[in-house]
C-alpha cells in the first residue's frame, strides 16, 4: 500500500466493514482486495499490501478514535498501527505498520466515498449491454461470433491508430445508423468498433475507471459534447439497439435520446466530476 494524491479512483476507495469483535475488513473498491500485514509478521516496518481476503487476523484492523477527527488503525493480530514509512510526505511512500506513537504519521481522517451522478445515472449506461456491443470486443472473431452468421472475418478490415485498433466492416456489410434517432443528424455514423488495446471495454472497469478513462479521452465540455451528442454508434445504443438481423438487444437506460441527452447535459454543466 502506498499514499498518493487524491484521485477519485477506485484504486483509493475502500469499503469497510465489521467482521466481529470490533474488528473491520478493509477492502479495495477497485482490486476487491483486502489491506494485509505481509506474511503475517508482527514487527515494525512490516509492508502493508493487498491480499485477496481469508478472515486472517493480518486483514482484521481496529479502526479507533485518535482525537481531532483523525484515526489510529491498528492490525489485529500485531497490535501495531497503520504508519506512512518514514514521515514521507511524497506519492509512493509505502505504508507499514509500526508500534502506535500517535504521530502524524499514523493518524487517518475517514471520508465517505463520494458516489453521486456519475456513478449512479451515468455509470450503468456505460456498462449496459448496448455499448458493450462495440465496447467490449477484442478480435476479429469476436466481432463475427455475435454476427448470427452474417459476416465473415473478411468482411472487417482493421485500422491501426495512435490510440488503437479501430475494426470496420467492408461496404454493405452493416445497416445504417445515420438514422437511428427519428429527427436527429449526427456529424459521425461509421459503424465501427474499438478493440481492446483501445482500453475502453467499459465492462472491464469500474465507474470510477470510467469516468476516468472518459476525461483522459475527452478533457473539455466540448469534446465531450461533441462525442456523446454528434456520435450516432452511441445515439444507436441508447435509442435503438436494433440490430442486422432484426433484433433488438435490451434497452439501456434511460431509454431514449432525448433523456440520455439532459442527463449527460447536467453531468458535462456541472464540471463533470468523477466518484
Ligand atoms: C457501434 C459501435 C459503438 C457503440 C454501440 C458504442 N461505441 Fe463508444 N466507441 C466506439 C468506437 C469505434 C470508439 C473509438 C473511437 C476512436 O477510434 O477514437 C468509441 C469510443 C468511445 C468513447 C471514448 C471517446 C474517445 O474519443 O476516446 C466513449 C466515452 C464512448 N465510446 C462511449 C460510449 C457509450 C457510453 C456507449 C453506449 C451508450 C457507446 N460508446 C457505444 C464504438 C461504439
Not at 119 to 146: N, W
Not at 154 to 164: K, M, Q, V
Not at 209 to 236: N, S
Request: glycine content about 10%; some cysteine.
Amino acid at each position: 500500500m502506498q499514499q498518493w494524491d487524491c484521485n477519485g479512483t477506485g484504486a483509493q476507495i475502500f469499503h469497510v466493514s465489521p467482521v466481529g469483535g470490533g474488528y473491520v475488513k478493509i477492502v479495495n473498491a477497485n482490486s476487491k482486495k483486502a489491506l494485509d500485514v505481509t506474511d503475517l509478521r508482527t514487527t515494525d516496518g512490516a509492508l502493508i499490501q493487498q491480499w485477496g481476503y481469508g478472515g486472517g487476523a493480518n486483514q482484521q484492523f481496529e479502526i479507533f478514535d485518535a482525537g481531532n477527527s483523525q484515526f489510529g488503525i491498528r492490525a489485529r493480530h500485531s497490535g501495531k498501527a497503520l504508519d506512512v514509512k518514514d514521515f514521507s510526505q511524497s506519492s509512493g511512500a509505502r505504508v507499514q505498520q509500526w508500534t502506535w506513537a500517535g504521530t502524524a504519521n499514523q493518524r487517518w481522517t475517514l471520508q465517505k466515498a463520494p458516489t453521486g451522478y456519475f456513478a449512479e445515472q451515468i455509470g450503468p449506461i456505460f456498462q449496459s449491454e448496448r455499448c458493450s456491443t462495440c465496447h467490449a470486443l477484442g478480435s476479429k472473431s469476436m466481432l463475427v461470433g455475435q454476427h448470427h452468421g452474417l459476416i465473415a472475418a473478411s468482411d472487417i478490415t482493421e485500422t491501426a491508430t495512435p490510440r488503437g485498433t479501430q475494426m470496420r466492416c467492408g461496404s454493405g456489410c452493416h445497416v445504417s445508423i445515420a438514422s437511428s434517432v427519428p429527427g436527429e443528424t449526427f456529424d459521425e455514423t461509421e459503424w465501427m468498433v474499438p478493440s481492446f488495446d483501445m482500453g475502453i471495454d467499459w465492462t472491464g472497469k469500474s465507474v470510477s475507471d470510467i469516468c476516468v478513462t472518459v476525461k483522459t479521452h475527452l478533457p473539455t465540455a466540448a469534446a465531450q459534447e461533441k462525442h456523446f451528442f454528434e456520435d450516432a454508434r452511441i445515439a444507436w445504443a441508447v435509442h435503438s439497439g436494433v440490430l442486422p438481423n432484426g433484433t433488438q438487444k435490451p434497452k439501456a437506460p434511460p431509454g431514449n435520446f432525448a433523456a440520455f441527452k439532459v442527463l449527460m447535459e447536467a453531468w458535462i454543466q456541472d464540471g463533470s466530476p468523477c466518484p
